[in-house]
């Protein structure tokens, strides 16, 4: 119930007039050229969720300030990809982006003016709602078979109608942070700067190679699940078990290069699940050798 009540209070706060803050400082002792990056992420953040939210972005960069095994090239890709991945693509932020398009254009009568339509599955569009409201749904869609079902959504500034219902859809952002999407989106981020820190006490070298890792989870729909499901697949077989001490693989940047090469479009990973135990049979292999020798 509680949850219900400061989903309300949030909502209310769009039309009531309640900001949210002003933004967060830079944080002291960023690596010089960094500012820029940082600033630009914060600012995204602002406009995509607020005041709190461009904080915890912070907050989480703070976390590799001051390291003198992080260069301000890689500080400068962690920030820029953090940014990114924590403005991750779903119908609300569709709408901002639609409805900043239109704010920029306004009285520019030569100014195209396209429908955006955007295909979702039931179960994408459900995880933007709070919990406590998307999870009865989600397991009413899965009994019913519809988990999977697309729905085409058109995004339009064209009329009144739909401006002011890209309006709606964007004032969503304030039920974000209580959706179910957000609390994945929310453990995958932590996950990737864990197998940072990971890489940067256990293998130095592949850390550029793990900080891109994230470019390979990106847009919505079966985009964005194909991408996930690839990266958990090569941080589990092998970035992981690497850190682990459990897999002698001595050129971790290079398998995932390989393992990244032979992802594909494919929701049964066949390409990518037999790379990896190619790349993983080798490695215990030359170990068990060395071992032996």
Known sequence: MSGVLSSLRYLLSDFIGEGEGT?????DGLPEGAAADVSEGIHRLMEYQGASYARLYVYRLRRFIGRPDVDDAMFGE???????????EDPIRIAQLKLAEYEMNAGDPRAPIKDDIRKFRLDELVGALPAIIAEPLLDMLEWMGW????????????????????????SLRRWRRFSVRYVKERAWVERWLHMISRSLAKQPKATPAIVQTATMVQGYGDVYRQGLADWHAIIDGLAKPTFDGVLPLSDLAGAIAGARAAAMLDPRQAALKRTIAEIRARALSAGASAAAG
């Open 147 to 170: 988990t999977h079902k697309r729905v085409s959504i058109r995004f339009s500034a064209r009329s009144w109608w739909g401006i002011r219902r890209l309006k709606m859809e964007a």
């Open 23 to 27: 933004p967060p400082s830079l944080p």
């Open 78 to 88: 962690i920030a820029r990809l953090m940014a990114v991945r924590m403005s991750y």
